[in-house]
Structures are given as structure tokens and as C-alpha cells.
């Protein structure tokens, strides 16, 4: 099982401020229905994490 207190303090040392620049200058959240930028990010982050702990099993 995937360790969640180590990925919540990797999410915890990304500043959201970092992403909201690009996203709104190039409007890619307009349609984003649900998956906005940050939610996009953790998932991401989340599936590397935990397929790399499976490697590893």
C-alpha cells in the first residue's frame, strides 16, 4: 500500500501559487470539467509514487 503521509508531504512543499501563472495565461483550466490542474497533479504524482513502490515489492 502506498504510503500517503509521504506523498502528502511532497504535495504539502508544492506552492499551488507556482501553477496559477501558466494556467491562466494560457487558459487551460477553461474546460478542464472537474480535473482542474492541481487534482491533474496529484494523480499524476500518486500513480508514479505508487508504481514505483510496486517495482519494489
Not at 478542464?32 to 504524482?45: E, R
Request: hydrophobic share 40%; aromatic share 10%.
Amino acid at each position: 500500500m502506498v504510503n500517503i503521509k509521504v506523498l502528502s508531504r511532497l504535495l504539502s512543499k508544492i506552492d499551488r501559487d507556482i501553477l496559477k501563472k501558466p494556467v491562466s495565461k494560457h487558459n487551460s483550466d477553461k474546460h478542464h470539467k472537474g480535473l482542474n490542474i492541481w487534482t491533474h497533479l496529484m494523480s499524476i504524482l500518486f500513480c508514479y509514487h505508487y508504481f514505483n513502490i510496486r517495482q519494489f515489492i
